[in-house]
């Protein structure tokens, strides 16, 4: 791959984007104290995109937080009849999504795996639990904007989600990453699920199980899509090895 950068302080001048918020519920605007903007071309693939390392600041909670976004040319998303926009990746530091002022990260990442758990083992299977390996994946998947997005318009497998990266596999490296920074998370989130009567955990074989209570109907439409999503993963997992399953992440234990 051959790039060439060009960096520059505060090119784009952007002073405001909204984007959720940690703290407060929802979307925010939040002022852009500074970012570096970086232009990168691949001379290789003809192809050039945007890079903007923003440092912000909630306008409702004054928050600072961090914002990692990406531009591309290549990439567009159908707005209107007649209207693209550009595709753009977000990450934010820390971790946020909307919705969450009904359930803390580690609350809803307990309720996550949790679901994840049903999905790989239901009822009426003889599968011994989910190797506590694979419960790191969860979070750092249906925690990302992209990744969430794509698990939930993907009906069949893992493989049609894997190809949805078609030509941009390195964004499925990025789950490495993620699955890396969430370690803590998702350490809580298990355990705040074993307090919480979702999940057992069993030590000698390194597994969790889910405990078999209904699915609570209070949630939002939101939380309820992001927890069916989770059941999902968790059955598009049991259909391969570990091994399999995170080889086609991209992910290495
Ligand atoms: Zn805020």
């Not at 903007?52 to 928050?63: A, D, E, F, P």
């Not at 990406?70 to 990450?91: C, F, K, P």
């Not at 009426?124 to 790191?136: C, E, F, R, W």
């Not at 969430?182 to 298990?190: G, W």
């Amino acid at each position: 791959m051959n790039q060439k950068i060009t960096e520059e302080l505060y090119k784009t001048k952007v002073n405001e984007v909204i984007v959720p918020c940690a703290k407060c519920s929802g979307r925010t605007a939040h002022e852009v104290v500074t970012s570096i903007d970086q232009f990168v071309e691949d001379t290789d693939c003809d192809v050039q995109w945007m890079k903007h390392y923003q440092i912000m600041r909630c306008k409702g909670c004054k928050i600072i937080s961090f914002r990692d976004a990406d531009l591309n040319s290549v990439e567009y998303i159908q707005a209107g009849d007649h209207e693209w926009d550009s595709r753009n990746y977000e990450e934010l530091y820390p971790l946020c999504i909307e919705g969450r002022k009904y359930l803390g990260n580690s609350a809803l990442g307990a309720a996550l795996i949790w679901r994840f758990a049903r999905g790989y083992c239901p009822p009426d299977t003889s599968i011994n639990g989910v190797p506590l390996m694979l419960a790191y994946t969860v979070l750092p998947l249906m925690f990302n904007e992209d990744t969430r997005s794509k698990i939930i318009s993907t009906q069949s497998s893992v493989y049609k989600f894997e190809e949805k990266y078609k030509d941009k596999y390195d964004l499925l490296y990025l789950i490495q990453g993620r699955a890396m920074g969430m370690r803590d998370l998702t350490r809580r989130s298990i355990c705040i699920g074993i307090s919480s009567g979702l999940l057992n955990l069993v030590p000698e074989d390194g597994s969790i199980y889910p405990i078999y209570q209904p699915v609570p109907r209070s949630v939002t439409r939101s939380a309820k899509e992001l927890l069916k999503a989770a059941e999902k993963l968790g059955e598009w997992a049991k259909q391969f090895s570990l091994f399999e399953f995170s080889r086609t992440l991209h992910l290495d234990f």
